[in-house]
């Protein structure tokens, strides 16, 4: 059984052919960006919607890298399993990131979606070709993958130098920043993980974070407005603890 659910657009002539980018909702900050209309149809055109169920994969590490993808509803955690079984999370992706980039023949990590996700699927091959001919699409693409790895170098401090209080609470600052990047509000803070998804990435237990997002709620730092949200009540203390001060 095939773990994506396909979407196709209903069969049009040729004048009548619309970009699906025009009606995206996260057009203003995904790869597509930068196109005009033209080349806008012409990536739409090697382009199927997918959706994911909550909790199914999208790859798993080593898999043939045949396809790169475009996250535009939900969240997607991106791991590796450590060779004593452990998984270690390496970073959640949002509506507008890019996901499966490689010069790999096969994926470096596996992909889940977190909940319910949307993507933009491209064959990987034609996607290379049509980055030779949309010279500005290739930029986007470096540019999204620098990010990417600026946000890896950030998780190797994170895990490295700090005390578990500072990286929970970086944490909350990254995904509040993350939403702003996206046009979201920045508080209160959505988290479409679960706690232990965030020790996974923190690298620290479940019980852990529990306990810090505890000791944050009594010191009148945040507010567990559910499992899914937090309010940011002294931003100004939060970035202070953050950085170690």
Not at 113 to 125: E, H, K, Q, S, V
Request: with cysteine; charged share 25%.
């Amino acid at each position: 059984m095939s773990r994506f659910s396909v979407t196709k657009p209903p069969a049009r002539c040729a004048s009548e052919l619309v970009s699906p980018c025009n009606t995206c909702e996260v057009r203003d900050f995904a790869a597509c960006a930068p196109l005009n209309p033209d080349e806008q149809r012409r990536l739409a055109s090697i382009m199927t919607s997918v959706e994911i169920a909550p909790h199914q994969p999208i790859f798993d590490e080593a898999d043939p890298a045949e396809h790169v993808y475009n996250v535009t509803g939900g969240a997607v955690k991106i791991y590796k399993l450590l060779p004593d079984g452990r998984r270690q999370i390496t970073g959640f992706l949002l509506p507008g990131d890019f996901l499966g980039l490689t010069h790999k023949e096969a994926y470096a990590y596996s992909a889940e979606a977190l909940g319910p996700t949307r993507l933009c699927r491209f064959p990987r091959r034609k996607l290379e070709n049509l980055l030779d001919e949309i010279p500005k699409l290739e930029q986007r693409l470096l540019g999204m993958a620098s990010h990417e790895l600026a946000a890896a170098q950030d998780q190797m401090m994170l895990l490295g130098r700090k005390s578990a209080k500072e990286r929970v609470v970086s944490f909350l600052l990254m995904m509040s920043n993350g939403a702003v990047r996206r046009g979201k509000l920045a508080d209160p803070v959505t988290l479409p993980m679960n706690r232990s998804d965030i020790a996974d990435y923190l690298g620290l237990t479940i019980e852990t974070v529990s306990r810090t997002f505890t000791q944050l709620r009594t010191q009148k730092l945040i507010e567990l407005l559910d499992e899914k949200q937090v309010r940011l009540l002294k931003p100004e203390a939060l970035r202070e603890i953050a950085t170690g001060f």
